[in-house]
């Protein structure tokens, strides 16, 4: 055999050793999680994957403690702490660490809603809103502090709350030096020294740089009223008063009575019938 039918030989049966490999499309996902179902190209990601299972998260961020499954959710968290926010809305000007949080903000300006809430009309840019605002409606609070026993709907809601306890103030406003425990409580601070006060009473025309000092000082002309029904006009003492309220502007009766099959607008209303049940 001649060393040009040598050379063509070894071509061929290199090329028969590359086809009798298994073909793997390029993007097949071939790995799935058993816990959720979700399926990945990489072994590795899967298994980085199902580290979201285990409860495991070693990595810590050693400004405020945080801790986290996977060291790429470290690094991007550690970004809060640096204040770089280089990805910068065209329409408003307002800044973002991440460039996922950028365009989820400017879904806003685009003004479409299409996720509805069912029970009280509401709607949201995302879907993910439109999801944990109905957490609200059920009335269920499975998140508790081990500490005080305080209750909430959402986990977040929970974790936000548990850093009042832990002390720690990560979040110092560069203009005063004042500490917090939550980023938005800073953002919210640095509202006050730019001067803004957006926010103004509908009586008698004081503005505030904050939307809670100017509910808190709508009480002195309502008593408690703070919240207003966009429907009707009317005020409510709580966000959650005026969001029952808003059953009265549907036909949605998602409250219903354990002892029979009649159904109510609002839990008030539910508690008051029971009582013919449960009257001597």
């Known amino acids: 055999m001649s060393l040009t039918q040598k050379d063509q030989h ?4 290199q090329h028969s050793q590359e086809a009798d490999k298994p073909h793997r499309r390029k993007g097949k996902k071939t790995y799935s999680c058993d816990e959720c179902g979700k399926n990945f190209t990489l072994a590795r990601s899967l298994k980085r994957h199902q580290l979201t299972h285990s409860g495991v998260k070693p990595y810590s961020c050693d400004e405020c403690g945080k801790f986290f499954t996977q060291a790429g ?7 809060i702490h640096s ?23 400017q879904l806003i300006h685009s003004g479409v809603k299409p996720y509805t809430c069912e029970l009280c009309g509401k709607s949201f840019t995302q879907a993910g809103s439109l999801k944990r605002h109905q957490l609200f409606h059920s009335g269920v609070k499975p998140y508790s502090c081990e500490l005080c026993g305080k209750s909430f709907t959402l986990a977040g809601d929970l974790k936000k709350h548990q850093l009042i306890h832990s002390g720690v103030k990560a979040y110092i406003c560069g203009l005063c030096g004042k500490a917090f425990a939550q980023s938005n409580d800073v953002q ?9 006060k957006a926010y103004s009473c509908d009586f008698c025309g004081k503005s505030f740089s904050d939307k809670h000092y100017r509910n808190i000082h709508l009480r002195i002309h309502t008593g408690n009223d703070v919240s207003c029904c966009d429907q009707c006009g009317k005020l409510f003492a709580t966000d959650a008063q005026l969001q029952q309220h808003m059953f009265s502007h549907t036909e949605e009766r998602p409250y219903k009575c354990d002892l029979c099959e009649k159904t109510f607008k609002s839990p008030h209303h539910m508690r008051k019938h029971q009582q013919i049940h449960t009257r001597k």
């Open 10 to 13: 070894g071509a061929r049966s």
């Open 83 to 105: 204040e770089v926010k280089p990805y910068s809305c065209e329409l408003c000007g307002k800044s973002f660490t991440l460039a996922g949080n950028l365009k989820t903000h």
């Open 73 to 79: 959710g470290l690094k991007k968290h550690k970004l």
């Open 188 to 196: 919210k601070h640095l509202v006050t020294h730019s001067g803004i």
